[in-house]
């Protein structure tokens, strides 16, 4: 007998989006997130007729939230519904229903119902996590993020594909599934949230949008949603058009890119930048650019996720808040010898020689100094308040705070240099430059090498 035209429509239409949104492969695992409402019960019931054709293995998942009256009773009728399938399930209810700080209930109940499907979907080998979502709740995703405000990627509303998510109902109607269901004489549950207009979702579905569709446009849902999909390839578009033009340097703890460079670009790829670089949202995305319009060196602000962004002599550096650096207890290096520093997460080689070397090195990871001029000990210590030594090739000393000042060395970068000290003068500001008292002549019969190497795991 053959299956009414409301089955066989649903059917065809889903597997036309599989082929074309290549939502899955032959031969894959596909759990089926199935809440037992009409639109995951249709689902269910044709990815069990599609399942053959693709070669399929399905698994059922149902994930309780106990947030009303009835939920248990949802629960079993999915596992029923598996049963009466000959597919294997999980269901599982939720141990708290209490909202983390910072979110609302309704986020918290989509991360616990996600964190469960990610988790029977490992159990299971699956390649796939199918979802319910109908080109209705698309619309209506697309319509909300317009009204409470939003930009290209908000309006890309539901991915049809998200990591291991697939939505094979994404261009089905909700009164397909509806009478798909009624047509098999099936019986879905019924969530009566889904009528609760305080919810803003709601609010839209019952009685904005049936307004737009009576008396502007009755195909707006699917105008909707052809404007989720234009929106996630200029979405797209715009991640690769950010990503090529400006690509900003990896450093410890965060990123840091040319305050002058970024703002030449477009403002949308201005935007695109920050927004790729950390999850920003309007409001921070304009306070960084203005940040980096006018700023002046060592202006910061906070960030969400403990971020912070700072402008250092027109550089902007996005990233982790650079914790204080560990109090340092001077150390006297062996010469010769190798000195481990893990307040510096280096260590310092030093070695004595007679002869000249045949290239100088550049001052900063390794100098040599005249071994007459530089008594030994030779301490490493934190700089201090008040610090000044003579930087090589000049005749005066200069206040150590000044010469990083004009070497434009981040503040926070400040604290953590490492100076090579003898008889408490400096002899040679590591990772920088050597002090021009100590420096070789025609007359330097033995030479002291220091060389610093970093190591990792050191304190900061």
Known sequence: MPEPPAVRELVERVRATIERRALLKEGETIVVAVSGGPDSFAMLHVMARLAPGYALTLHVAHFDHRLRAGSGADASFVARAAARLGLGSTVRA??????????SPEEAARERRYSFLEEVADAAGAHRIATGHTLDDQA?????????GTGVRGLGGIPPVRGRIVRPLIDARRAETEAFCKALRLTPRRDPTNTDRAFLRNALRNELLPVIVERFNLRSPEALARLA??????????????TSALSPGIEEGGVRFEAGSLLSLHPALQRRVLRLIAPLDAAHVERVLALARGGATGDTI??????NARLEYGSLFIGRVPPRPVAATPVSLEVPGVTDLPAWSMRMRTWVSSEAPPAWPDGRRSCVLDAARAN??????RPRPGDRFRPLGMKESKKLGDF????KVP?????RVALVTSGGDIVWVAGHRPDDRFKVSRRTKRFVWLESVDIEGGAS
């Open 302 to 307: 906070d960030l969400p996720s403990r971020l």
């Open 140 to 148: 209506e995703t697309v319509l909300m993020r317009v009204v409470v």
């Open 229 to 242: 999909d234009l929106a996630r390839d200029d979405d797209a578009l715009l991640d690769e058009l950010a």
């Open 376 to 381: 030994l000990p030779l301490v490493v210590r």
């Open 411 to 415: 503040r926070a970068a400040r604290e």
């Open 94 to 103: 939720a141990e708290s229903t209490g909202t983390p700080r910072g979110s």
């Open 404 to 407: 990083f000042t004009d070497a």
